[in-house]
């Protein structure tokens, strides 16, 4: 998405490998990507690449606190994701440990955050480099942990402050929904589908007709309002699954490559119906003209 639209990539990550589907091939604009081996944790072993970099975007994260699930979801084993949602592939932390949600989902963001805010551009950059920190939104409790959603607000919350410092930086915080994808992940299409129904549903209703997620929202609101002292009821979030559509995975793409633009001045949270707006998706998921986009 990024090659289509004329910019330069260097993918980062822990293996440093260039990507491949989920059954092995390797697509033709794997070659046109600088594959760099790094660790977020460790701002030097990456940089030396920050200075000639317009933008950020990052992508690090986990929705669990076991990592199983990835490698559960890419090969469709449904039993084995189950077990990894019920705690059933890993252990208790020891005493002391980090959980992976503290450590991928915050502390690689802000470290990453940090670094870039401190490297100094090479002559020539003078435009707004964004951050752009791939966030959530909130519709996966109470299946997946209060931790996941409130480490990833933590994130929103400290990258915001550390570029508000720096008027050359702005932070981004793209918030998907469920990201589905037939091949990369193909056990989503099906609850994507449900969902995506669903939203429409709630869209197309007239607002005094009480819906699902409304009512869902008032209990949310009015009868269990807390999760923890800093998060709303799940409920809430459920209401959210029900109203707010699943994103496919290219058009998040093809969100944080347009909130990349100068031109189009984009700061702050991008939820996925601003996403939808942007790529020029109405809300009955057919296109917009190109003079919304």
Request: aromatic share 6%; hydrophobic share 40%; with cysteine.
């Amino acid at each position: 998405m990024a090659l289509a639209r004329g910019l330069e990539v260097t993918s980062i990550s822990s293996s440093g490998k260039p990507y491949k589907t989920p059954q092995g091939h390797t697509p033709a604009w794997v070659e046109r990507v600088e594959w760099r081996k790094a660790d977020a944790m460790n701002p030097k072993s990456y940089a030396d690449i920050l200075p000639g970099v317009d933008a950020v975007v990052h992508t690090v994260g986990t929705l669990l606190d076991n990592m199983q699930y990835k490698q559960r979801m890419q090969e469709g084993d449904i039993m084995g994701f189950i077990k990894s949602l019920a705690g059933r592939d890993s252990g208790p932390l020891a005493e002391g440990q980090r959980s992976a949600y503290d450590t991928l989902n915050y502390e690689s963001a802000v470290r990453v955050c940090e670094a870039f805010v401190a490297s100094k551009p090479v002559s020539g950059l003078t435009r707004v480099r964004p951050f752009v920190y791939v966030s959530a939104e909130d519709v996966n409790r109470p299946i997946v942990s209060v931790r996941y959603l409130e480490t990833k607000r933590e994130a929103e919350k400290r990258i915001q402050e550390i570029v508000q410092d720096h008027p050359q930086y702005k932070g981004v915080y793209v918030r998907p929904s469920l990201i589905y994808h037939p091949h990369i992940r193909p056990m989503t299409t099906i609850p994507a589908t449900i969902f995506d129904v669903s939203a429409r549903i709630h869209d197309a209703a007239p607002s005094y007709i009480p819906m699902p997620s409304s009512v869902l929202r008032w209990l949310g609101t009015s009868v269990f309002p807390y999760a923890t002292d800093k998060t709303p009821s799940a409920l809430n979030s459920m209401a959210n699954l029900l109203s707010i559509p699943p994103i496919h995975v290219d058009h998040l793409a093809e969100a944080i490559c347009i909130s990349l633009d100068p031109a189009k001045d984009i700061h702050g949270v991008v939820g996925v119906r601003d996403m939808r707006q942007l790529i020029g998706i109405s809300q009955t998921g057919s296109e917009e003209s190109a003079a919304n986009t």
